[in-house]
């Protein structure tokens, strides 16, 4: 596939348009029009047609629906070459726009488009899509970005619903379970490895299209992953974003539900939908298959008993740096005389009453860790190394989800897609203006960070949170009340200077000054997540395993979703391998991706990845 030249990105300003829109401008109208060519070139297979429909900048992004892949391509020509190379292969049909879901969309002053959502099928499934349209100088309306999304597949549609079992049971249910979730009459269609949020969102989407799966947790109980973190851990995105599938959050939650409490709801969702789970066992090999499947699975429960599955498809579900801390090589360590932890295996102030404790670190897990040991009266001290973007949740969330995810926002499939629709590099440009209003409404909390010598930046290119996450999973701080602690002093901070090593009694910088602890806790991250992929994998593999997370050159993660070789040269090595991580929302959207791929694969339906 040719790689083309990407044009200078820039937003679709009226000014850079050269184009004004009156007041009584009729979306309705416009979509319509536009669609009707749209349709008719796509159905026919014209790919100069189709590309004739777009702004020489445009953006179209593909979710499997085209390409079985996650692709954005970037200019018309990229596009023309995309759509002239998959049209044939997937027959795309039935074209019809959905009337209830176009507007206008006027995010800033300069900035006009109207936004339409529209269903299409192709050749193995029904899938939709979004466009947006800007006015041109001459009148005419174009769009500029296009997103096509698989939603379902031909002749296999989710259990859910009016396709619901319909079954009595007859007091046969609690015998019939137990025997399904011991695996006692056949063996599992897909082992996945952990029982987070990523596990059991992946696990329910399979069960809905079929495909029984086993779910191997390690901890004693389904929500450990969260119980276990640090007792003033609550979720820092809002309830409405992280809604699981098929089960939504009581409408009494709160809006930031503490750690344990979405533990326990963790555990409820798991035995309501009948998800099959093993708590306390662990997957000690992932190796290649012998039997006629891909993968020879084994499995220790805590009793000792072990067991063997062969199976096609493995779910690695590890969440973030698969949950193995990062801490930084100091010298002299072994010399101090105090406590040292990182911050995953901290679990209270209580802890440390009494005592003074250093954490290193300024990004979200520091914060909360510094704020619970002030509100419980410890004397704790902040280390920043390098410079971290803060802005406050109360004015960041609504402004960087676009209202999407809101009291009375768009239902959240409905929200989902529209988020999904604005392709990476696109929405770097917008979260550089969405960064500035968000610096000016937090300005008392920034100024007040910078009079105290804390150091902050805008994030990458002066784009805020959203694309360090996607690179990097952290370098920020959505601040729920550690900022003021800061500001007032009650949370030290040390942001000057270097850490030289360990001392018996604390920390000695390299500028000479010194930092006495009795506890020091690294709130410095997880590691390279593949880490535990290579513990499971033979050594042979390893090679083919691509990273998990960050954005490739078109702007896509890395394997989130996808099978871990990626589009690699080893990728055939391991084929059936997949990744899925995340945050909730994340694995509530891009969990069906995984079972779709999954079940296509199983079907013979799956093609040949673009």
Not at 419 to 437: C, E, G, I, M, T
């Amino acid at each position: 596939m040719p790689v083309d030249a990407i044009p200078f990105r820039s937003l679709p300003t009226l000014q850079k348009l050269g184009s004004t829109v009156g007041h009584n401008l009729e979306a309705q109208a416009i979509a319509k029009e536009w669609f009707l060519a749209f349709a008719d070139a796509m159905s026919s297979g014209n790919y100069i047609s189709v590309a004739s429909l777009l702004v020489e900048d445009a953006f179209w992004r593909d979710m499997l629906a085209l390409t079985w892949d996650f692709h954005t391509y970037e200019g018309r020509d990229a596009i023309r070459q995309f759509i002239a190379d998959q049209l044939p292969k997937f027959i795309p049909s039935a074209f019809r726009i959905r009337n209830d879901l176009i507007r206008l969309h006027v995010p800033y002053e300069d900035i006009v488009c109207v936004q339409a959502f529209f269903d299409f099928e192709t050749t193995v499934g029904h899938a939709s899509g979004i466009f947006r349209l800007v006015p041109l100088a001459d009148g005419s309306w174009k769009a500029h970005t296009v997103f096509t999304n698989l939603e379902d597949l031909k002749g296999f549609p989710e259990k859910i619903g009016a396709l619901r079992d319909h079954e009595p049971y007859h007091r046969k249910w609690v015998e019939s379970r137990e025997r399904e979730r011991e695996f006692l009459d056949e063996e599992p269609g897909v082992v996945i490895i952990g029982g987070g949020q990523s596990g059991l969102t992946v696990a329910a989407r399979l069960k809905a299209l079929g495909i029984n799966a086993l779910v191997v947790e390690r901890n004693k109980r389904i929500g450990d992953n969260w119980r276990n973190r640090y007792a003033a851990l609550c979720v820092h995105d809002t309830v409405w974003y992280d809604h699981l599938p098929y089960m939504p959050f009581p409408s009494l939650w709160p809006v930031y539900p503490p750690a344990a409490k979405l533990g326990d709801w963790l555990e409820t969702y798991a035995h309501s939908l009948e998800l099959n789970v093993w708590t306390s066992a662990e997957v000690v090999s992932v190796e290649p298959g012998t039997q006629g499947k891909k993968w020879s699975v084994k499995v220790v429960r805590d009793d000792g008993r072990e067991r063997v599955f062969q199976v096609n498809h493995v779910v690695f579900a590890l969440g973030f740096g698969s949950g193995l801390p990062n801490i930084p090589t100091i010298p002299c360590q072994a010399e101090f005389k105090g406590q040292v932890l990182h911050s995953s295996q901290h679990k209270r102030a209580t802890d440390h009453l009494g005592q003074k404790v250093v954490v290193i670190g300024a990004c979200t897990s520091a914060h909360d860790i510094c704020a619970d040991y002030v509100d419980h009266g410890v004397d704790v001290t902040m280390v920043q190394r390098t410079s971290t973007y803060v802005m406050s949740a109360k004015e960041g969330i609504p402004r960087l989800t676009g209202g999407l995810y809101l009291e009375n926002g768009p239902p959240t499939d409905i929200a989902d897609r529209i988020n999904a629709s604005f392709p990476n590099f696109l929405l770097k440009l917008v979260h550089q203006r969405v960064a500035k209003d968000l610096a000016e409404a937090d300005r008392d909390i920034l100024d007040g960070l910078r009079k105290v010598g804390f150091k902050l930046n805008m994030g990458d290119d002066d784009s805020g949170p959203v694309h360090l996450i996607w690179t990097r999973g952290g370098g920020y701080y959505f601040d729920v009340g550690a900022s003021q602690k800061i500001i007032d002093g009650k949370i030290k901070l040390k942001s000057n200077g270097s850490i030289a090593k360990f001392t018996p009694h604390g920390l000695l910088f390299e500028d000479g000054s010194t930092l006495d602890a009795e506890v020091v806790i690294f709130a410095t991250g997880y590691a390279d997540g593949r880490t535990a992929y290579f513990q499971l994998l033979p050594s042979h593999l390893h090679d083919a395993v691509q990273p998990l997370w960050g954005l490739d050159e078109q702007g896509e993660l890395y394997s989130v979703a996808r099978e871990v070789g990626g589009r690699g040269p080893q990728a055939a090595k391991v084929a059936g391998l997949w990744a899925m991580l995340g945050n909730l929302a994340m694995c509530r959207f891009h969990s069906k991706h995984v079972a779709l791929q999954i079940k296509a694969y199983e079907e013979g339906l799956f093609g040949e990845r673009y």
